[in-house]
Structures are given as C-alpha cells and as structure tokens.
C-alpha cells in the first residue's frame, strides 16, 4: 500500500480481554517496528522484525505482550488479559532496508476499561 | 544506553518568528539522530536525520538541526514560523541506522504558533 495501515484505529476493550493490533506495512518493506506511546510522551520501542524473524523483543513490557510476522509482511500484536496500563496509542513504522528511516502508521488508540 | 532529554515540553513563537527546540542526547557510541514532526491524527514523519556526515542538516518544510558533539545537542530551527508549523516534535536517538535498531524518543515539545 501506499502508507503503513494500522487497524483497528480506535479499540475499547473490558480488562481481561485479549486485543490483536495489526499492522500493514508498506509493501516491500524489509523492518517492521511497534512502538507504545503514552499521552504526552514520545514512542518508546516495543520490538521489531526484518522479514520474518523478530530480531529484538527487549520492549515488550511482559509476557502478555507478543507479536508475529509470520510471512515477513503484516504483523500482529497481541496483548493478552489486557490490563488499564495497557491503555496507549500502539504505533507501528516500517523502513524499506535494514538501514532505512522509519515510516510511521497512525496508530491504534488502546483503551482498557 | 542512549536516552534524549527534549527542553520545554510546550513552545510558543509568533508567525515569522525563529523556531528553537531543544534536544540533548546522552550515548556512549557516536550516534543517529532524528527529529520526527506529528500532526493531529496522524503518524510522525521523519524532518531530518544526522548520521555522522554533514553536522547541519537539512530537512523538510524549511527545518534544520546542527549536531553539536561538545554540547551534546542537537537542536531544531526554522528562521521562519508558519502556522502549518503548529505540532508535536519528538527528538530521537539510535546507535545504529534506523532499521537496525530502536529509536529512544525524547517526550516531545508542542509547538504553538501564535498569529
């Protein structure tokens, strides 16, 4: 596609529930990044993937949080037993080589209730 | 580890106006630096980037940024304000190439740009 497509744009889920955040990057695209951004803060790194393989997951918060890339282009965050600190805007960026700058999606607003 | 302290999470300038926003960095290896812009509703977009070749660079919508490894700095202008200007801006700091590794964001500075 033209940009990164992130979906759902807005998610409001009950505490406990499970969420999957899906990214689309731009076609071709080599690096897939999630990042987590609290109000008023900037992004902070969640983990990423060249291809398929994630190559560092050092961000995710806990062992709820995981994703997948399974054919090296859209990826999946998953957050299982969401929890109300869970609540953020989840962004995801990606880059056309490993050594590219970011395009960033516009993001998936998460608000545990 | 590197991390980015952004001075002034709010900036106000008048239109025509000299834009200044501050970034320090702290890295124990020469690092990448970015400055990324975010609009209402929307993605950040990268501005500019220094790695490690010309320290003024130039980016988009007239903005540019001087790396200063005395100072650690690595500072946002634009001689002119324009009301399209108004955003979030979010310095940010890797090791590596964007791509190779993860960006550290600073906390941002709205900038409001008063007529």
């Known amino acids: 596609g033209a940009g990164v497509s992130q979906s759902p744009r807005y998610k409001v889920t009950k505490r406990g529930q499970d969420v999957a955040l899906r990214c689309d990057p731009i076609s071709g695209h080599v690096s897939l990044y999630w990042y987590r951004q609290a109000l008023g803060q900037g992004p902070e790194f969640l983990t990423y993937?060249?291809?398929?393989?994630?190559?560092?997951k050092s961000g995710l918060p806990n062992d709820r949080f995981s994703a997948e890339r399974p054919e090296g282009s859209i990826s999946t965050l998953t957050i299982q037993r969401t929890e109300q600190r869970d609540s953020a805007m989840y962004r995801c960026?990606?880059?056309?080589?490993?050594?590219?700058?970011?395009?960033f999606g516009s993001g998936t607003r998460l608000t545990v209730v | 580890a590197q991390s980015v302290t952004q001075l002034g999470s709010h900036v106000s300038v008048s239109e025509g106006a000299l834009v200044l926003l501050r970034c320090n960095y702290s890295?124990?290896?020469?690092?990448?630096l970015f400055w990324y812009v975010q609009y209402p509703n929307q993605g950040l977009q990268l501005l500019l980037k220094y790695t490690s070749a010309a320290t003024l660079v130039k980016g988009i919508n007239g903005f540019e940024a001087e790396f200063k490894k005395s100072e650690t700095s690595f500072h946002l202008t634009k001689p002119s304000a324009h009301m399209s200007d108004a955003a979030e801006y979010f310095c940010a700091v890797s090791v590596k190439p964007a791509g190779r590794r993860a960006l550290t964001f600073g906390s941002g500075t709205r900038l409001q740009v008063q007529p």
């Open positions: 890295s124990s290896v020469p690092p990448y």
């Open positions: 993937f060249n291809y398929e393989a994630q190559q560092d």
């Open positions: 960026a990606s880059s056309r080589t490993k050594q590219g700058g970011y395009t």
